[in-house]
T-cell receptor
Framework: AQSVSQHNHHVILSEAASLELGCNYSYGGTVNLFWYVQYPGQHLQLLLKYFSGDPLVKGIKGFEAEFIKSKFSFNLRKPSVQWSDTAEYFCALSLGGYNKLIFGAGTRLAVHP | NAGVTQTPKFQVLKTGQSMTLQCAQDMNHNSMYWYRQDPGMGLRLIYYSASEGTTDKGEVPNGYNVSRLNKREFSLRLESAAPSQTSVYFC????????????????FGEGSRLTVL
């Protein structure tokens, strides 16, 4: 069965530190990949997505992710985090129509001033 | 800009009781979904509705039923609640683009926290 693994459940950083959150998936075919973010007390919202083309995708708020097909990975990065990036981050994949997303377990990021 | 609205936001039930979670979206989206979120397990799809009049099981449908009442509304029913159904439930919707790739963007409600004692 298809699955998504997020390696870090909790990450604590200081402001201005660089961020990389790992995401690996298991599926041998074509996938669409996503990162969603849930800020404290708010809805989940889309951060960025990859369908095809340039494997380096840029999202909102300075986030980017790189799709590496050979490693089945889609890691999320940000060069310099801010306190306002404190949130839970979810990697997800879709195999096709109807947006049936399969989510990873999530990574809680805490950024200290 | 209501987006996706879920009710109730909080509910406590006793084992065996029934209840319905309501969800409505005002974005004219075709597809709607119910997920549950549990610590360390991410979001798991319970049921989804690709379009008005259709519903399908997701990963964890046991113990739940759904109704796609119309294009706007998609309800989730627990007929006989069990402690294992204690969770946070999220409703989501998404548009389908005719003739093109799906956007992959789900629009989520604020969640409904359910506790079953």
């Amino acid at each position: 069965a298809q699955s998504v693994s997020q390696h870090n459940h909790h990450v604590i950083l200081s402001e201005a530190a660089s961020l990389e959150l790992g995401c690996n998936y298991s599926y041998g075919g074509t996938v669409n990949l996503f990162w969603y973010v849930q800020y404290p007390g708010q809805h989940l919202q889309l951060l960025l997505k990859y369908f095809s083309g340039d494997p380096l995708v840029k999202g909102i708020k300075g986030f980017e992710a790189e799709f590496i097909k050979s490693k089945f990975s889609f890691n999320l990065r940000k060069p310099s985090v801010q306190w306002s990036d404190t949130a839970e981050y979810f990697c997800a994949l879709s195999l096709g129509g109807y947006n049936k997303l399969i989510f990873g377990a999530g990574t809680r990021l805490a950024v200290h001033p | 800009n209501a987006g996706v609205t879920q009710t109730p936001k909080f509910q406590v039930l006793k084992t065996g009781q029934s209840m319905t979670l309501q969800c409505a979206q005002d974005m004219n989206h075709n597809s709607m979904y119910w997920y549950r979120q549990d610590p360390g397990m991410g979001l798991r799809l319970i049921y989804y509705s690709a379009s008005e009049g259709t519903t399908d099981k997701g990963e964890v449908p046991n113990g739940y039923n759904v109704s796609r009442l119309n294009k706007r509304e998609f309800s989730l029913r627990l007929e006989s609640a069990a402690p294992s159904q204690t969770s946070v439930y999220f409703c989501a919707s998404s548009p389908r683009i005719q003739g093109g790739p799906n956007t992959g963007e789900l629009f989520f409600g604020e969640g409904s926290r359910l506790t079953v004692l």
